[in-house]
T-cell receptor, first 109, second 115 residues
Framework: GQNIDQPTEMTATEGAIVQINCTYQTSGFNGLFWYQQHAGEAPTFLSY??LDGLEEKGRFSSFLSRSKGYSYLLLKELQMKDSASYLC??????????WGAGTKLIIKP | ETGVTQTPRHLVMGMTNKKSLKCEQHLGHNAMYWYKQSAKKPLELMFVYSLEERVENNSVPSRFSPECPNSSHLFLHLHTLQPEDSALYLCASSQDLGHSNQPQHFGDGTRLSIL
């Protein structure tokens, strides 16, 4: 079966750095997405990785290792507004998105 | 404007009622999706439409009936729902189907509660 694993919940301090991990086992791989979802709102696209390595976009970076079936989302200089759920999703060989259950990130002052 | 608009935002209905959820996208996309989101569970893909044609039906019970009259609008007709159908229903769109790096754009969802 296909599976995406990410931690259920994480807590971090304002101004700090946090890394949210995602591991996957899927039938084929056509890329990995990270989305941010604030409570009661739409998931919004953060990043897309299809090649190994780190993609940096402002305070957010996303890393991929295809051989390890592993990705992480790195958030720097945390702000209170970063409190949200972060969803990892993999595009499989049929171009269908397989979703993780999301990681709820709580930022404390 | 988010680009994908869903109405209503909240819906409470009895098990014998019939209601419809509406989704409209203003992005010129060709593919549209319905998802069910339950607490602490992955998004469940329900239906996929490409150029107004249904291309995916993930074993969804017949009490959920989708309709796509044109590439900008998507409906989900509901009838005789069960309490376990209470969830957030999300609509999404993407430029095309089957292209790797095109993200899906989501609406804010309809929070559905079945009494």
């Amino acid at each position: 079966g296909q599976n995406i694993d990410q931690p259920t919940e994480m807590t971090a301090t304002e101004g700090a750095i946090v890394q949210i991990n995602c591991t996957y086992q899927t039938s084929g791989f056509n890329g990995l997405f990270w989305y941010q979802q604030h409570a009661g709102e739409a998931p919004t696209f953060l990043s897309y990785n299809v090649l190994d390595g780190l993609e940096e976009k402002g305070r957010f970076s996303s890393f991929l290792s295809r051989s390890k079936g592993y990705s992480y989302l790195l958030l720097k200089e945390l702000q209170m507004k970063d409190s949200a759920s972060y969803l990892c999703a993999v595009l499989d060989s049929n171009y269908q998105l397989i979703w993780g259950a999301g990681t709820k990130l709580i930022i404390k002052p | 404007e988010t680009g994908v608009t869903q109405t209503p935002r909240h819906l409470v209905m009895g098990m014998t009622n019939k209601k419809s959820l509406k989704c409209e996208q203003h992005l010129g996309h060709n593919a549209m999706y319905w998802y069910k989101q339950s607490a602490k569970k992955p998004l469940e893909l329900m239906f996929v439409y490409s150029l107004e044609e249904r291309v995916e039906n993930n074993s969804v019970p017949s009490r959920f009936s989708p309709e796509c009259p044109n590439s900008s609008h998507l409906f989900l007709h509901l009838h005789t729902l069960q309490p376990e159908d209470s969830a957030l229903y999300l609509c999404a769109s993407s430029q095309d189907l089957g292209h790797s790096n095109q993200p899906q754009h989501f609406g804010d969802g309809t929070r559905l509660s079945i009494l």
